[in-house]
């Protein structure tokens, strides 16, 4: 076990620096096809030589290479790795602030409407699928099915904007208009999006549109296996020795199914830690989601590798863990 | 400036619908002078919470964003202010800003203010924040700014073989020889050049002073800044989420310029988002109306919709590089074709204000009609045409940079254009904002461009010198007129502020008669506040006065 985890943990420096290169190569085309986005934060007013040289050298932007379309830029890739070697990311272009300032002072926001919305999908996710699994064909297992597919086939975007304005403008003015009805429900609960008066509050309905999709998801896959193992000659058997229904369920049908659905979760965590770009935007949680949106719309190169970096490192971590987890709800699988 | 127009003063009438989310202040106002005529002083007290975008910078010398800009406004104060109702310089810090030459100039420095941290507000603080703005090693780009006073080009290096290996040299200076203290309350400055403006200049943001040890940890003072003005920060800059400014107890100047207890910036990264804040009753003040929202805005809160003529200027530059638009008379053809009116009502639902010349309406000094090419005559226009000799270029290309919906008026423009002229037409809008920016300095557009402006100091020079004069930091056109740059020339050193103007609109004239460019708009401002707000104060000049606003007490 043990040198499996060392193993994968190894195989982690290809890949992270394979991301990064890629993101490197990107962001630098990007600047040496639309010209250095130090000129842009001047706009119409014509900045001097010397300011613009004095800006771009701090932005690390002055190198040649990033004049000539298609030049990969090695010397400046190595640069950048030599940096982040010692924990410098750089600094953004707008406002000159650290990379590591910025994703740390962020990722406390998507901490907290990843887990509201990872919570959400899990519990509720796994108890539909559960439930229309054992009642196939009945009402419930067509509620849940057409449920979700309605939420699969909304985007996310119009989810949240939808939400957003039926539901937190138009249904919480409604409630926000009674004086008597609790603060932490009209204006908690029911914000437009995330408030700092109500900093777990106002991050629940985000986190559950944000959980919505992968809910849908999970709740299917839970219930085909359900559906499955149910039949199964170990569920049967046990049925048979007289065990307890819920034992049955839980113990036996349940966990022998949750295989695929643990997959499904623990890459839709390292979605979600990655930052929610649509989401947080809509409803303007200031995690690294939002700070990455606006930094790719703004050209922002160091952020935007620092942010993509962290993202993939988090999702390679998620999926080692689910990967250890199968032997835990499997005892057949093991590593060595 | 003279008084042009009343006070720009909108009191809510609506019922509370929403109610206050927190505040409520035992306070009674003490003080009932007011900084302007007829402004009634209404109560003191309460959160205003206001919607914002997250600043670049909280630093005077490197903020020059709007979202930076109205924050450190109520954080720092400088020599001089603009009037809330009539947007006049008024000396703040300054006792006096005098010249004989209208090349140096004396200010003298009223007594008794002081930073938040107990240093006081002399002659000292103006000079270390301008020199540091100056110092180009520093890269803060309130430096443009300082460009006026002697001694800025020792204070500036440029690489000597542009993005080549070899460093740029420190600067030959440290300091700008022209400025130089007299005594704590009073130093004086030289100007590279007579400039009749300079102490209208002096209410922008970018001239505010600095503490000592603001510059010793700029850093430390950009999060937590060391401010001179009425408000004081509560805490640090929360980035991307808020920023949060209570009443400074320091503050000795006008009373009347902290009416809320606190002042609170929410952060937003998309203005729908903050929007739908508003409808929910979070946000007391929204100066950024989404423009697809607009319409919808209008009629729904029409009672709290605060609209005024604004500053920003658009125009379609012509290349005179190019030798198709070196004769005058195809510019105005081109100039005359084109019916503003119809666009900005088609295209921008009216959030516009169709040009007439080339000076913003807010200025003083404006005068309507200027351009008697600005109005559309197709007949005229084709007529001038033919006396040119006709349309000696290819298809007219018109630039504009890419993803922001240029195309959509280009397109008005180039149809008006056909339809008048018969000259085909393309839109180039391919190039991203950096790229389409480094053609212009490049001079490398082939067509009409559209480029856009807004003021750097409320003279309105600003709209002429840098944009037309020989050499003008913005002269995309190329355009150059001796007659013109004489007059500029004549109106910077002119004894008085009304003498200057009158050689700037002599000079503005001109342009009407040239047209190096086609004006097209002006900006204007939409502003929606919520029910809870008493008083909403507009400055012209320096935007919404947050600190000025009252709330509804209750």
Known sequence: MGRYVIRRVLQFIPTVLGTMFLLHYLTSLGIQLTGNPVRALFGDRTPTPAMMAALSERLNLNDPCLTQTGNPCIGLFGERLVNIAQWDFGISLTGQREVTDIIGAALPYTIRIALIGFVFEAFVGILAGVLAGLRSGGFLDYFVKISTTLIIAVPIFVLGIVIREFVAVKFGNQLRADPNFPEIISRGFLAAGYKPDYPWASLFIPGLVLGATSLAVTARLTRTSMVENVRADYVRTARAKGLMPRRITGVHTLRNSLIPVVTSLGVDLGVLMGGAVVTETIFNVPGIGRVAAQSARTGDASVVIGIVTLAALIFLVANLLVDILYAVLDPRIRYE | MKVRRSATIAVATAMTMLAVAACSSS????????????????????????????????????????????????????????????????????????????????????????????????????????????????????????????????????????????????????????????????????????????????????????????????????????????????????????????????????????????????????????????????????????????????????????????????????????????????????????????????????????????????????????????????????????????????????????????????????????????????????????????????????????????????????????????????????????????????????????????????????????????????????????????????????????????????
């Open chain 2, 27 to 554: 306070e009674t106002p003490t003080d009932t002078k007011t900084s302007g005529a007829g402004a009634a002083a209404g109560q003191k007290g309460g959160d205003l919470r206001i919607y914002a975008t997250e600043p670049a910078f909280l630093l005077p010398t490197a903020g020059d964003d709007m979202p930076s800009i109205n924050v450190i406004r109520q954080l720092y104060r400088g020599l001089v202010k603009y009037n809330a109702e009539t947007g006049e310089a008024e000396m703040d810090l300054a006792e006096s800003i005098e010249s004989s030459d209208q090349k140096n100039w004396t200010v003298k420095l009223k007594t008794g203010y002081t930073f938040e941290n107990g240093e006081p507000v002399n002659a000292d603080a103006f000079i270390r924040a301008w020199n540091y703005a100056a110092y180009s090693p520093n890269a803060q780009n309130n430096a443009y700014f300082m460009s006026r006073i002697a001694g800025i080009d020792e204070m500036s290096s440029s690489d000597p073989d542009g993005d080549g290996p070899k460093e740029a040299p420190e600067p030959k200076a440290k300091e700008l020889s022209g400025l130089k203290k007299v005594s704590d309350t009073e130093f004086t400055v030289e100007l590279k050049d007579p400039f009749a403006g300079f102490p209208v200049t002096m209410g922008y943001s970018g001239f505010f002073p600095m503490a000592d040890a603001c510059l010793k940890d700029t850093k430390a003072c950009n999060e937590t800044p060391i401010g001179n003005g009425p408000y004081k920060i509560e805490g640090a800059w929360e980035h991307n989420v808020g920023i949060t400014l209570v009443r400074s107890d320091t503050w000795k100047g006008d009373a009347n310029d902290a009416m809320a207890d606190k002042l609170s910036y929410r952060i937003f990264a998309d203005d729908n988002a903050g929007y739908a804040a508003y409808q929910a009753g979070e946000i007391d003040v929204m100066e950024a109306v989404p423009s697809a929202r607009y319409k919808e805005a209008k009629a729904q809160y029409g009672d709290t919709l605060f609209e005024a003529p604004g500053d920003t200027f658009t125009y379609v530059g012509l290349p005179l590089y190019r030798d198709e638009f070196k004769d005058k008379r195809v510019r105005q053809a081109l100039a005359l074709s084109i019916d503003r009116q119809p666009i900005i009502d088609a295209v921008f639902d009216g959030r516009f204000t169709a040009a007439t010349g080339f000076v913003s309406p807010t200025f003083d000094g404006f005068r309507p009609d200027v351009c008697q090419y600005c109005k559309a005559d197709p007949a005229k226009a084709k007529q001038l045409l033919d006396e040119a000799g006709g349309w000696k270029g290819d298809k007219l290309v018109l630039w504009g940079n890419a993803g922001v919906g240029h195309e959509k008026w280009l397109q008005a423009v180039g149809d008006q254009i056909k339809a008048a002229l018969g000259i085909d037409y393309e839109i180039r809008v391919n190039l991203q904002f950096p790229e389409y920016l480094a053609t212009a300095d490049a001079k490398k557009f082939t067509g009409p461009f559209r480029l856009g402006w807004g003021p750097d100091y409320p003279v309105i020079e600003t709209y002429l010198k840098p944009l037309y004069g020989t050499g003008g930091s913005s002269n995309n056109s190329t355009y150059t007129n001796p007659e013109f740059d004489k007059l500029i020339t004549e109106g910077d050193s002119a004894a008085s502020v009304e003498e200057a103007i009158a050689k700037y609109q002599a000079a503005e004239d001109i342009l009407g008669e040239d047209m190096p460019v086609i004006p097209m708009w002006f900006g204007k401002v939409a502003a929606l506040y919520s029910t809870n707000v008493d008083k909403f104060v507009f400055n012209k000049i320096s935007d919404v006065e947050y600190g000025k606003i009252t709330l509804k007490q209750k």
